[in-house]
């Protein structure tokens, strides 16, 4: 069964409008991260925002927001006043349990932030 | 700096060679993992190791082999099993963790892009 959701292949957004990304995942361990990563056309992955299980307020970093409804196990990633360097594929991920198990990855979402 | 290598950035392979690729870290990080990207298809793990002379198999391992004789170093092999071994590699890496944290960030290389010919 797959363990991270992303329904949307590709989404566009005119520069500095918000957009949201969503992110649905599936896990009966109570105690679990979700991640997401950036990864521009170079290839390079690059984090840019965590939430714990536990966490009690949804996780900011800068102009990104993380929308962590845990009853809907959605995670979604808010990007505030896009940009055109936003344009990027974009990978939600999860870490069940604790310490070094890896990361699964959903099938990512391409933006595309238009001028 | 501190940071992940991966070499070469391009492979090509005739079909029917093995190839290794590699990967460096200067990080002093315990665990390393090897995932694999198609397009439409995310990141899939290959394999991973939490310490050094010790790994598991990830999802997709099949055709592969990896070793970890050191920290620092973390090579895979893809083999002449591998039916389809035309892909972006991404090799990561991530520290030591206790008392059952689960923040625990990947921190990722470069990539190699391996085509077979």
């Known amino acids: 069964a797959q363990k991270i959701t992303q329904t949307q292949p590709g989404m566009f957004v005119q520069e500095k409008e918000a957009v949201t990304l969503d992110c649905t995942y599936d896990?009966?361990?109570?105690?679990?991260?979700l991640f997401w990563y950036k990864q521009p056309s170079s290839g390079e992955m690059i984090f840019l925002i965590y939430?714990?299980?536990?966490?009690?307020q949804n996780a900011t970093e800068g102009r990104y927001s993380l929308n962590f409804q845990k009853a809907r196990k959605s995670a979604n990633l808010v990007i505030s006043a896009s940009q055109l360097g936003d344009s990027a594929m974009y990978f939600c991920?999860?870490?069940?349990?604790?310490?070094?198990?890896?990361?699964?990855f959903g099938k990512g979402t391409r933006l595309s932030v238009i001028a | 700096d501190g940071g992940i290598t991966q070499s070469p950035k391009y492979l090509f392979r005739k079909e029917g060679q093995n190839v290794t690729l590699s990967c460096e870290q200067n990080?002093?990080?315990?665990?390393m993992y090897w995932y694999r990207q198609d397009p439409g298809q995310g990141l899939r793990l290959i394999y991973y190791?939490?310490?050094?002379?010790?790994?598991q198999k990830g999802d997709i391992a099949e055709g592969y082999s990896v070793s970890r004789e050191k920290k620092e170093s973390f090579p895979l092999t893809v083999t002449s099993a591998q039916k389809n071994p035309t892909a972006f590699y991404l090799c990561?890496?991530?520290?030591?963790?206790?008392?059952?944290?689960?923040?625990?960030?990947?921190?990722f290389g470069p990539g190699t892009r391996l085509t077979v010919l």
């Open positions: 990561a890496s991530s520290p030591h963790t206790s008392g059952g944290a689960f923040y625990n960030e990947q921190f």
């Open positions: 896990t009966s361990d109570p105690s679990y991260g």
């Open positions: 939430q714990g299980s536990y966490d009690q």
């Open positions: 991920a999860m870490r069940e349990g604790s310490g070094n198990t890896p990361l699964v």
């Open positions: 990080l002093n990080h315990d665990a």
């Open positions: 190791s939490q310490i050094v002379n010790d790994f």
